[in-house]
């Protein structure tokens, strides 16, 4: 007798898309747990504020993270569609989301070292992987439900989409053109000064320089498309 499939393809797909969200929210939440496991007791107390490293990359990261499961939502709510392309993309996100904040643990260790370039080259490769694949769901569910969104709804993802591959592609370009020539940026905690980041200087440049040209198509080519819609 055979048995009955466990497959999400034989579920109803409100039942499959809710299973799946709560699987990505569970593993979102690991990787805010992992994240805090990054942290160390410093021998002194005084050590907490004057050797900020670990505190500055569990904030940038938590703020990563944290948009990483907000677009996850967004996603679901309005875009997903329990298919194997769709799932394959939200299983290939949640695993980089997880080694990313591993390779916060790596970068951390290595940071005062030159090999904290090379950490700094994987958590950030991991960064364009995740955020990367998020965007490419994103795109999919789009596509799938573009005749029943409303316009508001479509200009939101387009919105997100640019945005996404703005700071994807900065990410990526950084990645792609870092060289040796270190940046080390320090911050000054009363009189003393602690190395927070030991990072190729065009990785830097090029991550920077993606963030701002992704806010700005984000914000304006939504309009764009809006206004010649309406002409």
Do not use: C
């Amino acid at each position: 007798m055979n048995e009955p499939s466990d497959s999400y393809e034989n579920n109803p797909p409100e039942r499959s898309t809710h299973r799946l969200e709560a699987f990505s929210d569970i593993v979102i939440g690991f990787s805010l747990a992992q994240l805090g496991l990054t942290l160390v007791i410093p021998p002194h107390a005084i050590e907490f504020v004057t050797r900020p490293a670990g505190i500055f990359a569990f904030v940038l990261t938590f703020m990563v993270v944290s948009r990483f499961w907000w677009v996850n939502h967004f996603v679901f709510t309005h875009y997903f569609r329990a298919n194997r392309l769709m799932v394959a993309f939200d299983f290939l996100g949640l695993g980089s989301l997880l080694l990313q904040v591993f390779a916060l643990q790596l970068y951390l260790h290595f940071v005062p070292l030159e090999e904290g370039a090379v950490a700094s080259r994987i958590y950030f490769a991991l960064f364009s992987l995740s955020y990367g694949t998020q965007g490419a769901m994103l795109a999919v569910g789009l596509r799938y439900h573009l005749d029943s969104l409303s316009p508001q709804l479509r200009r939101e993802a387009v919105r997100v989409l640019f945005g996404r591959a703005g700071i994807v592609a900065g990410s990526a370009l950084g990645n792609l053109l870092a060289s040796n020539d270190l940046a080390k940026i320090f911050i000054a905690v009363g009189k003393q000064s602690t190395l927070v980041a030991n990072l190729p200087s065009s990785l830097l440049v090029y991550t920077l320089l993606g963030i701002i040209l992704g806010a700005i198509a984000s914000w304006f080519i939504p309009r764009l498309f809006h206004s010649l819609r309406t002409v």
